[in-house]
């Protein structure tokens, strides 16, 4: 998992509620992502930032946001919108273009 | 665009026997290939990468992975297999094309079994 750390490890999102994952890293990554995993789909990208104070919508964008206030930080708001959101999400931050480095995942769960 | 296959859902090896996980990625320049591991709910481990250089890549655990760009692969490989070797598997490519995306491609992965 190196120096890129998640929270929480498990979350519940209530109907119609917002939440936030935590995703830090002390790697001096300029560029950081957020997948999610469902069973036997891989990863899908959810968003991708290069850079602080801007970032790009991945494939599955609908029903989240982001934002990149500083370097070290990408947290990813999982909004009401989003009307499946019982998955497995994972943060990475890599130098641009090379080795991907994993946090260790949130489990959200609807309740 | 970058696509990359892993046309196994599923390998199974006794433990001791060599395995091969199977990938095989199409770009339009030339490739950057990784493979990572995944242990159940946990995050990706980086295993090892090819840009240039010697087809052969050797990584962590034992690992290793051969590039064939004849036939577009970069199957990962490991001579004896270990019980603790069973996780799931992901292969990823990235185009070096100039122009092209930074963003890797991630196969669907491949679960890996070892039978003690």
């Known amino acids: 998992d190196g120096g890129i750390t998640q929270s929480p490890k498990y979350l519940f999102r209530k109907e119609g509620q917002n939440v936030t994952l935590s995703c830090e890293q002390n790697l001096n990554h300029d560029a950081m992502y957020w997948y999610r995993q469902d069973p036997g789909q891989g990863l899908r990208l959810i968003y991708y930032?290069?850079?602080?104070?801007?970032?790009q919508k991945g494939d599955i964008a609908e029903g989240y946001s982001v934002s990149r206030e500083k370097k070290e930080s990408f947290p990813l708001t999982v909004t009401s919108a989003q009307k499946n959101p019982t998955a497995f999400y994972l943060c990475?931050?890599?130098?641009?273009?090379?080795?991907?480095?994993f946090g260790p995942g949130t489990r959200l769960l609807v309740l | 665009a970058q696509s990359v296959a892993q046309p196994e859902d599923q390998v199974n090896v006794a433990e001791g026997n060599p395995l091969t996980v199977k990938c095989t990625y199409s770009v339009s320049g030339n490739p950057y290939l990784f493979w990572y591991v995944q242990y159940p709910n946990r995050g990706l481990q980086f295993l090892l990468k090819y840009i240039t250089g010697d087809n052969l890549v050797k990584g962590s655990y034992g690992f290793e992975a051969e590039f064939n760009k004849s036939q577009t692969s970069f199957h990962l490989k490991k001579p004896s297999a270990l019980v603790s070797d069973s996780a799931l598997y992901f292969c990823a490519v990235r185009d070096m094309k100039q122009g092209g995306s930074y963003i890797p491609t991630f196969g669907r992965g491949t679960s890996l079994i070892v039978h003690p």
């Open positions: 930032s290069q850079i602080v104070n801007d970032f």
């Open positions: 990475a931050s890599s130098t641009l273009g090379d080795t991907q480095y």
